[in-house]
């Protein structure tokens, strides 16, 4: 199943995507009795996101062509949502080449940073470019949408905690970063620094995760491209392994590294492209 987060005047409402329109989950509520939430959030918190899937799949799907929609054309996309609990990054996860794979050492361990929720913008929105920095960066990215609390799993049990993916972009005050190491999480925090949308694509949707690919789009050009099957640690370790720090929650946000940065200018439009049927994550860049 394929979800959005749209705005209908003021609120930002969780919605099917069926055949290029959108079905708000307000609308199936009217038309089932149902009463799951429209918040997508809320959806995922709550662990209603497993009771629409099961309705989609036992006839659901059927019945949205009958209701109310959005057209495509007509929606404006705001983020998934605004208030994550948590939101993971993994830094420097590609090589070029899966030959490379083999000289990772055994003790390696993922690099991770946070972002703070007040980062967040959706697709279509400016990232708006901070007076302090003269070389801010943009990274496509595969996200992952963690579905229930868990805590010291495996890798295996990895796999029923995640409710999805989505992509994403992860801005970086890249010349505060290189002043010093340890301001890494400075230079990921400015306002507007953190994109993800517009599609939310459930797991159980995704044939193989490895064979996604990511690509960070520059004003239109592919300046960067890699597989999922490149990342050091692939998606499921790297729950797995976040799992043995703290507790995830539903709705936790886990950005699993990007196949390459690129600088951002005023006037600038950055993408994150992946495959696997996922819209494009679009977003213009704005200058101080």
């Known amino acids: 199943m394929k979800l959005a987060t749209i705005r209908q005047g003021s609120a930002e409402l969780a919605a099917i995507i069926e055949s290029s329109s959108y079905i708000l989950i307000d609308t199936i509520n009217a038309a089932m009795n ?28 059927e019945l949205l062509a009958g209701m109310a929609s959005v057209p495509l054309a007509e929606a404006q996309y705001a983020p998934l949502y605004r208030h994550p609990r948590k939101i993971w990054g993994i830094g420097m996860n590609y090589v070029k080449n899966a030959s490379e794979l083999a000289f990772i050492p055994a003790d390696a361990e993922p690099v ?102 990511v690509e960070t789009v520059l004003n ?32 936790d946000v886990i950005l699993t590294g990007t196949p390459g940065s690129v600088i951002i200018r005023d006037g600038d439009v950055v993408e994150c492209r992946i495959s696997g049927g996922f819209e494009p994550l679009v977003n213009s860049v704005r200058g101080c």
Request: charged share 20%; with cysteine.
């Open 112 to 213: 991770s940073f946070m972002k703070p929720d007040t980062t967040i913008i959706g697709s279509g929105e400016a990232i708006q470019l901070p007076r302090q920095s003269q070389e801010p960066t943009a990274e496509a990215e595969l996200a992952i949408i963690i579905g229930r609390e868990c805590r010291n799993v495996t890798e295996a049990e990895a796999r029923d905690a995640v409710a999805g993916f989505t992509t994403s972009l992860d801005m970086t005050a890249a010349d505060i970063h290189a002043k010093n190491q340890r301001f890494l999480t400075r230079a990921k925090s400015f306002d507007t620094f953190f994109s993800f949308g517009p599609h939310f694509i459930t797991a159980d949707e995704i044939e193989d995760v490895l064979a996604l690919s």
């Open 220 to 251: 239109g050009a592919v300046c960067h491209r890699n597989v999922i099957a490149h990342m050091r640690y692939q998606p499921w370790y790297i729950v797995a392994f976040h799992s043995q720090v703290m507790t995830l929650l539903p709705g």
């Open 34 to 61: 149902m009463q799951w939430s429209s918040s997508m959030l809320e959806l995922i918190r709550l662990g209603q996101l497993d009771a629409i899937k099961e309705w989609y799949r036992n006839g659901g799907r």
